[in-house]
């Protein structure tokens, strides 16, 4: 049987592994030790569960589109994390690790934040759990995504600009990683996705994989059988996508559709199609398919998502990928924006621009009229409202 999950030595396949500096062994190695016994306890699990059903509003409801059905000729269902508190399913994510975080005695929070929604889902755990934030964020971003950067302030963080390479969300990753060098005993570097050094990656698909458990629950209801026969996800990091496969991996009945972001076209050079193009490479403390030039420069991706450009995939994606256990589809920003205004017409739903690559996905599967789809909405289009009103109109 093939091996999806992390192995002992933090590896999925030849993907993953810990590439730090010296001086973070000791605060990574710390970590590793404690994830698994800390997520496996009783208190935690029972302080977890409490959160996200009273704090974040879980079980997110699985609903049954019958607009997307009739039109693709499947029952599709849309997991909706659209509906959690603040907007996507990133908060499920900061919720455990602020748990696990004081749990380890850390006092104090780091996180980095490209579009900004890391940063304000970790900047609200934050503030509720009273804790000290300190959120990286490229410069150009800050510019780009103000309201995001008022909020995470509202929330008593600090929004700290940064002014390196790009003034991007790589840069701001730099940044993160060197301030939890400089604070390895009372600090916790909240990752956003399932990137970064092992045990990250296993971490964050295990605190998002609450998303399948609840699927398996739903679909058993509704369905009278706990797996569909396509789960359909958009892939940036990779957090939502695992959080939905999670619990679904050694179902070879169960179909895995991964939308990456085409940008304006996979060889047009604006593109974040990191699993199309790229090739084996070391970013943020991992092994895993990157976009980069010859000389392993990392190429500054591009797409009209803010959220799916990062120029790496998670470990744990570009395993499944190899190994042809996931499809991945490169979806460009005209196919997610058309997808996005017909779901608003159709289902009164204005979803994310991420969200709106995985719906797209849709008009490139062929299914069978018995066939079983969920579709897992990562997140709500609010953020990207003046993006949509700038080609209101045209689609
Ligand atoms: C951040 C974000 C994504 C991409 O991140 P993943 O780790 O790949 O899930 C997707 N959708 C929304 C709404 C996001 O905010």
Same mark, same amino acid.
């Given at each position: ?22 001086? &973070? !062994?000791?605060? $990574? ?5 404690? %994830? *698994?016994?800390?997520?496996? @306890?009783?208190? /935690? ?6 959160? &996200? !059903?009273?704090? $974040? ?5 699985? %609903? *049954?589109?019958?607009?997307? @059905?009739?039109? /693709? ?323």
């Amino acid at each position: 049987m093939k091996q999806y999950s992390v192995d002992e030595s933090g590896y999925y396949g030849e993907f993953g592994g810990a590439y730090i500096p010296e001086i &973070l !062994h000791k605060c $990574v190695n710390d970590l590793e030790k404690a %994830y *698994l016994p800390i997520i496996e @306890s009783r208190q /935690f699990q029972r302080d977890f569960s409490q959160l &996200l !059903h009273d704090y $974040v509003g879980r079980p997110s409801p699985l %609903y *049954l589109s019958r607009q997307l @059905s009739e039109r /693709f000729g499947a029952k599709i269902y849309l997991k909706r994390e659209d509906l959690n508190h603040t907007g996507a399913h990133k908060i499920n994510n900061t919720v455990g690790q602020i748990l696990i975080a004081r749990e380890m005695g850390k006092t104090r929070i780091i996180a980095e934040t490209g579009a900004g929604q890391h940063g304000v889902a970790t900047a609200t755990v934050c503030a509720l759990m009273q804790m000290p934030c300190t959120v990286y964020m490229g410069e150009t971003d800050v510019k780009r995504q103000q309201v995001n950067v008022k909020k995470m302030e509202m929330l008593g963080a600090k929004v700290v600009p940064v002014t390196s390479g790009n003034m991007t969300l790589k840069d701001a990753t730099n940044e993160a990683i060197r301030d939890w060098c400089s604070h390895p005993t009372d600090t916790h570097y909240i990752i956003g996705s399932v990137v970064g050094p092992h045990p990250y990656p296993d971490m964050v698909a295990r605190l998002q994989s609450v998303i399948s458990k609840e699927i398996k629950v739903q679909l058993t209801e509704k369905e009278g059988r706990d797996y569909p026969d396509y789960l359909i996800a958009c892939v940036g990091g990779g957090s939502n996508a695992a959080g939905t496969i999670y619990e679904y991996l050694d179902n070879d009945k169960v179909n895995i559709v991964l939308a990456e972001a085409g940008g304006k076209g996979v060889d047009s050079g604006e593109t974040a199609a990191t699993i199309h193009l790229g090739s084996q490479g070391v970013l943020h403390g991992c092994r895993t398919l990157l976009m980069q030039t010859e000389d392993g420069q990392i190429t500054e991706p591009y797409s009209i998502s803010a959220g799916l450009d990062y120029p790496g995939i998670g470990p744990m994606h570009a395993n499944l990928a190899v190994q042809n256990r996931a499809q991945v589809i490169d979806i460009n920003d005209d196919e997610a924006l058309k997808a996005a205004f017909e779901l608003t017409r159709n289902e009164g739903i204005i979803p994310a621009l991420e969200s709106a690559h995985a719906l797209a996905a849709l008009e490139k599967i062929k299914f069978k009229p018995e066939d079983i789809v969920v579709l897992t909405l990562s997140g709500r289009g609010d953020k990207d409202l003046d993006t949509y009103f700038k080609y209101e109109g045209q689609y």
